[in-house]
């Protein structure tokens, strides 16, 4: 599986982005897919994961203001944010593993590049 994480850009507090991440590969609907990011001189945090099921997981950081969906006949995964704060900026990354996604992301299979949100005050 080959992902390519787009959608980043630079928005005002308050603002909405929407991330998508393209995934390559006829099995894309028996993954589960999450969404994790960096912010420098931090570790990685977990965003949001999606099974193939449709079964929705967050962090608690970012619960009522992020949304991730999937739409399996366009092989994407998508990340709504919503309420946009500063410390939302970060670099984004798309993973995807056939089994459950750690909230570590220990373990995950498959790693997109990352898109750079930049949230200003």
């Known amino acids: 599986v080959q992902l390519q994480a787009s959608g980043g850009g630079l928005v005002q507090a308050g603002g909405s982005l929407r991330l998508s991440c393209a995934a390559s590969?006829?099995?894309?609907?028996?993954?589960?897919m999450g969404w994790f990011r960096q912010a420098p001189g931090k570790e990685r945090e977990f965003v949001a994961s999606?099974?193939?099921?449709?079964?929705?997981y967050y962090g608690e950081s970012v619960k009522g203001r992020f949304t991730i969906s999937r739409d399996n006949a366009k092989n994407t995964v998508s990340l709504q944010m919503n309420s946009l704060k500063p410390e939302d900026t970060a670099i984004y990354y798309c993973?995807?593993?056939?089994?459950?996604?750690?909230?570590?992301?220990?373990?995950?299979?498959?790693w997109g590049k990352g898109t750079l949100v930049t949230v200003s005050s």
């Open positions: 590969g006829h099995t894309f609907r028996w993954y589960d």
């Open positions: 993973g995807a593993d056939s089994s459950k996604i750690a909230t570590t992301g220990g373990g995950v299979e498959y």
């Open positions: 999606i099974s193939w099921s449709g079964t929705t």
